[in-house]
């Protein structure tokens, strides 16, 4: 019986990547963060985030605040950020 050859799956770096990071706790409650990180045509990563209330479903948007000409260095300033940085930002989208 012959097998069936296994083709590694590749992803299109362009197309935009959802990726959970830790949620924020902003006045007293809990708001779920997400980055979303793509590869643009110039080869330039750029990533926005994304804050999701998750009693309202209520879904607030940075635009795309991150840029960096390696994915390394935008996760690297990502996790620079600190907790009073992503609730000023997340206040700021109101």
Same mark, same amino acid.
């Given at each position: 019986?012959?097998?069936?050859?296994?083709?590694?799956?590749?992803?299109?770096?362009?197309? %935009? =990547?959802?990726?959970?990071?830790? %949620? /924020?706790?902003?006045?007293?409650?809990? =708001?779920?963060?997400?980055?979303?990180?793509?590869?643009?045509?110039?080869?330039?990563?750029?990533?926005?985030?994304?804050?999701?209330?998750?009693?309202?479903?209520?879904?607030?948007?940075?635009?795309? /605040?991150?840029?960096?000409?390696?994915?390394?260095? *935008?996760?690297?300033?990502?996790?620079?950020?600190?907790?009073?940085?992503?609730?000023? *930002?997340?206040?700021?989208?109101?």
């Amino acid at each position: 019986m012959p097998m069936q050859t296994v083709r590694p799956v590749t992803r299109d770096f362009r197309e %935009p =990547v959802d990726h959970e990071l830790d %949620p /924020i706790r902003c006045a007293g409650q809990f =708001v779920n963060l997400f980055l979303v990180l793509r590869c643009s045509d110039d080869g330039v990563w750029r990533a926005r985030l994304r804050f999701v209330d998750p009693d309202s479903s209520q879904t607030r948007e940075t635009a795309e /605040i991150f840029c960096s000409l390696s994915e390394a260095e *935008l996760w690297a300033s990502v996790r620079g950020l600190r907790d009073h940085h992503l609730r000023d *930002l997340y206040r700021s989208l109101d």
